[in-house]
DNA sequence: ATGGGCATGTAACGAGTTACATGATTTT
DNA sequence: AAAATCATGTAACTCGTTACATGCCCAT
């Protein structure tokens, strides 16, 4: 009896899907992706990946795939099988709407702004904006790419929202700025 | 020496701040709070909450105040200590902005819609709208409480945040149901 | 030759969840 | 009478991170 049957952890889908696009790739090669994922789904330790990998194939949900290498350890690729196919489907199927988890931290921290200076506040809002924007151009960059490919609807699709995304905080992160510095000046 | 001085998890901080509001709650009052907070992070599973804080006692960051009640354990009450609110200040103080973690599901699936039917999609999409729709409701209860009570300015503006980003994606979703049906209908 | 990217893996730990267990009080 | 809420706690487990270890290849 396999262990086939079982429910999956959100990274192992992440990485099941990652595969579902046909190509077979090295656990560097799916992390590098989950990486442009982690505009909207965090992106896991490197760690990680190899061990959900490890877990998958004891699972029959993916397929390794050596490729030998002169000198050094076999690069090991990975390919999603049929179980994983469906498996994956399955999850995509599946209606029930988890709730979006969102780890704020400017949020929180402004949340509790009683305990801090508007000096304080102004400076995180300040490096928050800053990094807002840097984000933006990453994602502008994954944007671009998508939309010129074949076959990347979707992810396309997807990074368009991400993109509003980003924009609506830019112009929140400076709408709240504003504020904090008309309750510094205490008018 | 005690252990004062290591860092922190987030939970830690968060109920730290719950408490430097100044009242003296019991875990699960501290628990109800952190559940108006989920809107923008997270909520722990209640256990944890009371393991939490427990390292926040041992750490003297936090102090214990036992209520007796008749035939059933003591109700335990925390306040935050002189250490503990010089630590959260530690904490809020520090500039370092950490990345806002998202895991937002629907965002995944979207981005594999390659592996499922219009249909499906469809249908995640009209769950997540009327999802957020209810979360609009509770936020805005919670809002109006917040804008209502003294002292809850920061809270109220992080609220106030929180709708907007809800709304954002009200919009956003229903923009993305109807690319869904334009490609299904295949015109 | 030094640093960065490619590539994989392990060990130890901490964070967080699920499920279970208990029992009183309040509301429907 | 049943269900929800108040209230606390434990045990087992999984998830996920940090840090370490190794070694190649490529560009500057």
Redesign the interface.
């Known amino acids: 009896m396999t262990k086939r049957s079982q429910s999956l952890s ?1 990274t192992s ?2 990485i099941l ?1 990652i595969l ?2 046909g190509e077979e790739l090295s656990g560097y090669e799916i992390r590098k992706w989950a990486e442009n ?1 982690r ?4 992106s896991p330790a490197q760690s990680q990946i190899y061990s959900e990998l490890q877990r998958l194939e004891e699972k029959e949900l993916v397929f390794p795939y050596a490729v030998p290498q002169e000198g050094k350890p076999d690069k090991r690729l990975y390919g999603i099988t049929e179980f994983g ?1 469906a498996k ?2 399955g999850w ?2 599946d ?22 200076t508007p000096d ?1 506040l102004t ?2 809002f300040q ?2 904006i800053a ?1 807002t924007e840097e984000i933006l151009g990453q994602l502008g960059v994954v944007q671009e790419y998508l939309e010129n490919h074949p ?1 990347m ?3 396309a ?2 990074a368009e ?2 993109y ?2 980003y924009n ?1 905080e830019l112009t ?1 992160a400076k709408k ?1 700025l504003a ?1 904090i510095v008309d ?1 510094g000046t205490g008018s």
Chains 1, 2 share one sequence.
């Not at 505009?39 to 965090?42: S, V």
């Open positions: 959100n889908y992440t899907g579902s696009f994922i505009f909207f789904y965090w196919i994956f489907q995509l199927s209606e029930e709407v988890n709730a979006t988890v969102i780890k704020h931290s400017v949020a929180l921290k402004l949340y509790f702004g009683h305990m801090a304080i400076n995180i490096r928050f990094e076959n609807e979707y992810p699709l997807v929202w991400g509003h995304y609506a929140m709240m504020r309750n």
